[in-house]
């Protein structure tokens, strides 16, 4: 069953129809021992049909989608953005209520065009580093 705001993923930013059905995976992201990210990752279902959590667990995710369902990936967009950690969210990276954390939020594209995954994700901004290369083309 889908709550109000999974059927607002599904419907706005997964192209999705009403009726169609997703997979929510919630990864815990740690290093060291240190809880580091939340993410809550959403796949449709139609594209993910045999989709078990055995396999999810031995491999990652990405090799998931290409290697097992063939779904090649064609593009991913990131966006990221400051916010303040919530109740569940600070529970789990082991942080106060109300600290700062990164809110990201990745769209990514199969060769087709279709989203086939679409996940939110909630980082420790005192952990969090983001390095970005940039190259000009002639």
Do not use: W
């Amino acid at each position: 069953r889908l709550v109000g705001s999974e059927m607002c993923i599904r419907d706005r930013h997964m192209g999705l129809r009403i009726g169609d059905r997703i997979f929510k995976l919630k990864r815990l992201r740690s290093a060291d021992n240190m809880p580091m990210m939340v993410e809550r990752s959403y796949l449709p279902v139609r594209q993910f049909l045999s989709l078990k959590r055995p396999l999810l667990e031995r491999k990652p995710l990405y090799d998931v989608i290409e290697q097992d369902f063939q779904q090649k990936i064609r593009v991913a967009e990131e966006e990221f953005y400051a916010s303040i950690a919530r109740p569940t969210d600070a529970h789990l990276l082991e942080i106060v209520e109300g600290s700062p954390v990164l809110d990201l939020v990745r769209t990514t594209y199969n060769e087709s065009n279709e989203v086939v995954e679409y996940t939110l994700s909630v980082a420790r901004a005192d952990q969090f580093k983001y390095k970005v290369y940039h190259q000009r083309s002639d």
